[in-house]
């Protein structure tokens, strides 16, 4: 079947190189199609996004897939990302598409799947339940903070895409050895084991005790490892702002660290996280093109690519 590939206005980096993986995988006599948006914001706020297309029937009987990260836009703004993503879904559902397949690198308000204090809102379940309302046909995330809260979506199929592997062979790509993988903190221990795998069986994983104040936000983190001429590697599904990782970053200096690969899926890098991280020590920054950003070193298209062939 002919695909229509639309490329988000988030994800235009990410979006290309998956349009290369796709024409390269596709049957000779299956025509891949590549378009972009327009989009504006109105002088009251409300957003704005047309397809980039003169001729509608382009999308009529055709399969859509719609590339869109939910990542903070240039000026912070992630809920315009949301928005955009369901203007592309309801343009190409009115012009008849026969399948929509959906691809959210970064899903937004993932991490907000608990409830910490009195009168909180548990809205990441909201998210879903709004896509659900979408009526598409399938869904793919990467490393999605809470892989429980996919249970909400009642698409017809829902995969949430490891990125581990490809993030691990470009650390190793940049010469790293006699690695220790540094879980941020106890919480993110199972997902650091899985992730040391990817460099050998017998690598062995550390973490720093860290506690943070649910009001504030503020973070405790405490501990000495033995990392002395160790090239280590701290990863995370997110950076946000970077304390947690910045923190756990000081201490592995401290404790005789070599080289230390500060690795994230979703590099969001916000609020001088990279002044933060590079401060503390760190001599690489790694982030994958879920978020489009200078940091964006490792791509997820062939990832992605393998599982929509």
Do not use: W
């Amino acid at each position: 079947m002919d695909k229509i590939i639309v490329v988000g206005p988030a994800s235009q980096m990410l979006g290309m190189n998956l349009y290369r993986e796709l024409k390269l995988a596709s049957e000779n006599d299956s025509l891949i199609t590549c378009i972009n948006t327009e989009t504006k914001t109105f002088p009251d706020g409300e957003n704005y996004l047309r397809l980039n297309i003169d001729d509608e029937t382009l999308i009529e009987g055709k399969e859509v897939i719609i590339i869109q990260s939910t990542g903070p836009s240039s000026d912070g703004d992630q809920n315009s990302r949301i928005f955009e993503l369901f203007m592309m879904v309801d343009a190409v559902k009115r012009m008849g598409s026969s399948k929509i397949i959906i691809v959210i690198p970064y899903l937004a308000y993932a991490r907000q799947d608990k409830i910490f204090r009195p009168g909180e809102s548990q809205f990441a379940n909201v998210i879903l339940r709004i896509i659900n309302s979408l009526q598409i046909d399938e869904l793919y995330v990467v490393d999605v903070h809470a892989p429980g809260v996919l249970k909400e979506l009642i698409v017809n199929k829902v995969v949430n895409i490891d990125s581990m592997k490809v993030l691990a062979d470009h650390v190793k790509s940049l010469g790293a050895k006699d690695i220790v993988v540094v879980s941020p903190d106890n919480g993110a221990i199972e997902r650091s084991k899985a992730f040391a795998k990817h460099f050998g069986e017998d690598v062995p994983v550390e973490f720093f005790e860290k506690k943070r104040d649910v009001k504030t936000g503020e973070i405790l983190m405490q501990g000495q490892l033995t990392l002395k001429n160790k090239d280590v590697v701290i990863a995370d599904d997110i950076i946000a702002t970077g304390g947690t990782m910045a923190t756990a970053i000081k201490l592995s200096r401290e404790s005789g660290a070599n080289k230390i690969f500060a690795v994230a899926t979703h590099a969001l890098l916000l609020q001088q996280a990279r002044f933060r991280i590079l401060n503390a020590g760190a001599d690489y920054i790694i982030g994958t093109d879920s978020i489009d950003n200078e940091v964006s070193k490792v791509s997820l298209a062939k990832a992605i690519s393998d599982y929509l062939k």
